[in-house]
């Protein structure tokens, strides 16, 4: 054998051999991006094993002949805009958004029972579900007016219950732009105006008896005050209290003329300038 061949024989089996490997890279190796988690399907096993971790984010190896199913974990959001109908059967629509994310325990559960498009097999469908049944059971002058917030908690909870079997989390529920047929949002605005109206009225009501009242304490309270003060005065009180205020004026620096015995009742009379 010619020697001058061999260290070409052995570049060219490096060669093969890295070129291989790069072929074959792709086969053994994977990378979780960051907010997802997989999971391994093991060909010549039992595919995917429920009761198995997912995998986390990173580089990582693998068999060449098994899989990797990706699945994001952060919070998504569906948006869905919903027919319904009240208790006296009158078309509603809204607007629903639903925040969700897959349950990371029971993420091969999920794979292996609804798949990567659980938003349109669960989701949406639950809204649909829950929104119908509970919309359902109220009156559209009560759905935009006082039970609407009622309405939010008990879709919320319904929607949890159905999303949560299915290894799904709901984080929250939005509901939005609920729209009545035209005719009936100008009776329900008439109605309520005359509410505030009878509301406003009665206030008024209540306000003049109030005052009414007030008045008649003030003028029990005169009342009283007259019958006390009466009680205790007499014509000796009056006369002494007559002659203490012409002494006092008697001797005042100002110019005054006394006519002595000038009034009905014997007092002086005093005229100033």
């Known amino acids: 054998?010619?020697?001058?061949?061999?260290?070409?024989?052995?570049?060219?089996?490096?060669?093969?051999?890295?070129?291989?490997?790069?072929?074959?890279?792709?086969?053994?190796?994977?990378t979780i991006p960051s907010g997802h988690a997989g999971l391994v399907f093991r060909t010549f096993s039992d595919g995917i094993n429920p009761d198995e971790a997912p995998v986390g984010q990173g580089f990582h190896f693998k068999a060449p002949w098994d899989r990797i199913a990706v699945y994001e974990v952060r919070q998504k959001e569906v948006q869905q805009t919903l027919d319904v109908l009240s208790s006296n059967l009158l078309k509603i629509q809204l607007d629903?958004?639903?925040?969700?994310?897959?349950?990371?325990?029971?993420?091969?559960?999920?794979?292996?029972?609804?798949?990567?498009?659980?938003?349109?097999?669960?989701?949406?469908?639950?809204?649909?579900?829950?929104?119908?049944?509970?919309?359902?059971?109220?009156?559209?002058?009560?759905?935009?007016?006082?039970?609407?917030?009622?309405?939010?908690i008990e879709i919320k909870d319904r929607l949890r219950e159905k999303l949560s079997s299915n290894f799904i989390q709901l984080n929250d529920v939005l509901i939005r732009n609920i729209r009545l047929p035209k005719t009936l949002e100008q009776a329900i605005e008439r109605k309520l105006q005359q509410e505030q109206e009878s509301l406003e009225y009665e206030f008024r009501l209540e306000k003049e008896s109030k005052e009414a009242e007030r008045k008649r304490i003030e003028a029990a309270g005169i009342r009283d005050f007259q019958a006390i003060v009466s009680e205790g005065i007499s014509d000796e009180l009056l006369r002494w209290k007559g002659i203490e205020a012409t002494q006092n004026l008697a001797e005042s620096p100002n110019t005054k003329i006394v006519v002595v015995g000038g009034g009905e009742d014997g007092l002086p009379i005093i005229l100033g300038n």
Do not use: C
């Open 96 to 152: 629903m958004t639903v925040f969700h994310e897959p349950v990371r325990t029971a993420l091969g559960s999920l794979e292996i029972e609804r798949g990567r498009d659980y938003e349109d097999a669960v989701i949406i469908p639950s809204m649909r579900a829950v929104s119908r049944e509970v919309f359902a059971k109220y009156l559209p002058e009560e759905i935009n007016t006082s039970k609407r917030e009622q309405i939010q």
């Open 1 to 30: 054998m010619d020697t001058s061949s061999r260290p070409i024989r052995l570049v060219a089996i490096v060669s093969g051999l890295f070129v291989a490997l790069l072929i074959s890279w792709s086969s053994i190796t994977y």
